[in-house]
């Protein structure tokens, strides 16, 4: 029995650690908010260079894959965010965090 808790605890913990690693992500980025368009579904970002995908730094505005992932971002604010490649729109935002 308590061998049988043993695995499941370790079961579910690798389950929680292969989520965190977005594993369908192309790249990750860090930048800094400068505009959220709800109705466009995207952000204006200042963005480092990400070289997974040979992006040099710039400013753009970048889709996200879901609307939801715009509530709760401000103007100004500095993010670490995912990349997930879009066949309609090219690479799309498929999540977004506060950088720590
Ligand atoms: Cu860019």
New binding site residues.
């Given amino acids: 029995m308590k061998k049988a808790l043993t695995t499941l605890i370790a079961a579910i913990t690798m389950l929680a650690a292969i989520s965190n690693l977005h594993a369908a992500d192309a790249a990750s ?1 860090r930048g800094t908010i400068n505009k959220v368009d709800n109705a466009a579904g995207s952000v204006n ?1 200042s ?1 480092e260079a ?1 070289p997974a995908i040979k ?6 505005d ?1 889709k996200v894959a879901d609307r939801k992932i715009l509530s709760g971002l401000k103007t100004g604010q500095a993010v670490t965010f995912g990349l997930a490649k879009d066949p309609q729109a090219g ?1 799309v935002i498929s999540h977004i965090e506060p950088a720590k």
């Fill in positions: 980025g970002i963005h990400i992006w040099p730094a710039m400013t753009m970048i690479y």
